[in-house]
Structure formats: structure tokens, C-alpha cells
């Protein structure tokens, strides 16, 4: 599963722009982000994590 090695965490918009990417260790669970410098506004998201082998797409709600 996604626990036992590296991912790849992306961030999408509705329009398909790659908010972020980041690649995080096999031993790392918690991701922590700071939205106001992301520049990210209220809205629906697609959160994709991978890591090469396996891919699962989640949706994420921003409302501030």
C-alpha cells in the first residue's frame, strides 16, 4: 500500500492546473499546507496521491 513507500502528492484545479507537487517518504503520513501561499481560493479540488504502482483521487472542499 501507499505506507510502505514514496508518493507523490498533486493538487489539482477544476480546470486540470497542477496546484502543487510534492514528493514525500516512505515513513511520511501527514502532509501540512499553508493555502494562502498556495494561493488557493474557496472551491472544489482533486487531491491525487501516487506512489508509481497504485493512484487514488480524492475531492477536496475549501471554504474559508
Known amino acids: 500500500g501507499f505506507e510502505k513507500t514514496s508518493k507523490e502528492v498533486m493538487m489539482f484545479d477544476l480546470n486540470g492546473r497542477l496546484v502543487f507537487r ?3 517518504s516512505a515513513n511520511q503520513n501527514n502532509l ?3 493555502l494562502e501561499r498556495l494561493k488557493v481560493y474557496n472551491g472544489l479540488y482533486l487531491i491525487r ?3 508509481g504502482n497504485n493512484q487514488k483521487t480524492e475531492q477536496l472542499i475549501i471554504e474559508r
Open 22 to 24: 510534492v514528493r514525500i
Open 32 to 34: 501540512g499546507l499553508d
Open 49 to 51: 496521491v501516487s506512489d
